[in-house]
């Protein structure tokens, strides 16, 4: 699910770079000199078409079995990339131009203590990236009885109730002192896949910057 995702969360993630940092979309390195974080980065499904970007990755993620995999393939493609194991708490006031945190805020403890988080290890004039499910009728049949259901991810990946909606999502990015300059949405289309709209009802990002 995550792979057919992907596409449409760089094309989002690639706009939203070239619009903060005033570039070009057909400049290859445009993140060349930036340092970019990614918060639960899993095997590295996103860490590595940012370092391809020209960024320093860092990839964290609570899960060690995930690290181990994302650095064996990040060697075999050979590209330099900091995976570590633990959680944002443990970066010791390390900042970075791009911070991102795509599917996880759903599955965290503490969503308003992670986003001050993600906040805190936002460098001045950085970029921040999240996005997450919403807490709709549509997000609970496409993800938990659908997908889940058919096998499409493993059974009890999701809790719905701990899903965000954009505004709750966005209180808690203004609460931990940044702004809001994005929210939109992540639809499905059965002939197209995955595509950005301004639909948020399935899914949705939502961009911020220091305010």
């Not at 900091?82 to 708490?89: A, F, K, L, N």
């Not at 759903?106 to 203590?113: I, K, L, M, Q």
């Not at 505004?167 to 939109?184: K, N």
């Not at 949405?185 to 990002?205: E, H, M, V, W």
Request: charged share 20%; net charge negative.
């Amino acid at each position: 699910m995550l792979h057919r995702l992907n596409p449409a969360r760089l094309r989002y993630i690639r706009e939203a770079i070239d619009g903060h940092w005033h570039g070009s979309s057909t400049a290859f390195a445009p993140l060349a000199g930036k340092r970019a974080l990614d918060v639960g980065c899993g095997a590295g499904l996103l860490c590595e078409p940012l370092a391809r970007l020209g960024a320093a990755v860092t990839g964290l993620d609570a899960a060690a079995e995930n690290i181990a995999v994302a650095r064996l393939h990040a060697e075999q493609s050979g590209l330099a990339i900091d995976y570590r194991h633990g959680s944002v708490e443990q970066l010791h006031g390390e900042t970075f131009d791009l911070v991102t945190s795509l599917e996880v805020i759903e599955h965290v403890t503490d969503p308003a203590a992670f986003v001050d988080g993600l906040a805190g290890a936002l460098a001045d004039g950085g970029l921040m990236i999240l996005s997450t499910p919403n807490r709709t009728a549509l997000s609970r049949i496409a993800l938990i009885t659908l997908a889940e259901g058919t096998g499409q991810i493993p059974r009890g990946t999701h809790d719905w109730d701990k899903f965000l909606t954009p505004d709750e999502l966005t209180a808690m990015v203004e609460a931990a002192g940044l702004r809001v300059i994005d929210v939109r949405g992540l639809s499905f289309n059965p002939a197209r896949g995955f595509q950005i709209s301004d639909n948020t009802k399935l899914d949705y990002f939502v961009t911020a910057v220091q305010g």
